[in-house]
């Protein structure tokens, strides 16, 4: 398996466009998350997915983000629209069941909104 | 809420020598977990801590799980120039249910070794 692959891995965006990450989990994998890394926040978990359910969202910074998992395979991340505070790096991990332990993070999406 | 605290936040050493690090919190954990990130990819798992006391080894890296279950200790003996990245821990305070609530990272210590 290729592991967890995410697109793009850079984008550049101007302030008030929509952004789109997209993320393909390891096949096989029931949990999906969607992390955000900044230097002054460090990681956080904004939500994940349980058989393409969305089980905790409470990460989820504002109304402008969403998330969505059509199938076990997809999934994505919406902001709209966006902001310059919203760049960071954006991680998406895979995990059998749930528990950080087992979870593969994705090589990130490097997301810059000027 | 829950954080944790790692130290130093970044060292410079020379290859060869040992490493220590820290990560600390004034919650409990019942899980510690250590990453390593290198530039431009996704963390990594390195260890993983289940029980107070608890002493594991991957290789040159050696982790502990601290008696108060407030931190944890990852040393790597012998750096090699491959060990440059930044080393998370992460705490996580239930193994089932809530997992999105309890479970935090640390801010890293960013690591540079010198030929």
């Known amino acids: 398996d290729a592991g967890v692959i995410q697109s793009p891995r850079h984008e550049v965006t101007e302030m008030g466009q929509e952004v789109t990450l997209r993320c393909k989990p390891i096949?096989?994998?029931?949990?999906l998350f969607w992390y955000r890394q900044t230097m002054m926040r460090g990681l956080e978990l904004l939500i994940y997915?349980?058989?393409?359910?969305?089980?905790?969202d409470s990460g989820m910074p504002e109304d402008r983000f969403s998330a969505k998992m059509p199938n076990a395979s997809f999934s994505t991340l919406k902001i709209q629209p966006s902001e310059p505070r919203d760049s960071a790096v954006y991680f998406c991990?895979?995990?059998?069941?749930?528990?950080?332990?087992?979870?593969?993070f994705g090589q990130g999406t490097r997301l810059t909104v000027v | 809420g829950q954080q944790l605290n790692q130290s130093p936040q970044s060292m410079f050493i020379q290859e060869g020598e040992d490493v220590s690090m820290n990560c600390t919190s004034s919650s409990i954990f019942n899980t510690w977990l250590w990453y390593k990130q290198d530039p431009g990819e996704g963390p990594v798992l390195l260890i993983a801590l289940y029980k107070a006391g608890e002493l594991t080894s991957n290789g040159r890296l050696t982790a502990q799980f601290g008696i108060t279950r407030k931190d944890s200790f990852l040393n790597i003996s012998a750096s090699i120039p491959s060990d440059v990245g930044i080393y998370f821990c992460?705490?996580?305070?239930?193994?089932?249910?809530?997992?999105?609530?309890?479970?935090?990272f640390g801010p890293g210590t960013r690591l540079s070794v010198l030929p």
């Open positions: 096949s096989g994998h029931d949990y």
């Open positions: 997915f349980n058989n393409n359910v969305p089980i905790d």
């Open positions: 991990a895979s995990s059998l069941r749930v528990g950080l332990r087992e979870a593969f």
């Open positions: 992460a705490g996580q305070t239930s193994d089932v249910d809530n997992y999105g609530q309890n479970f935090v």
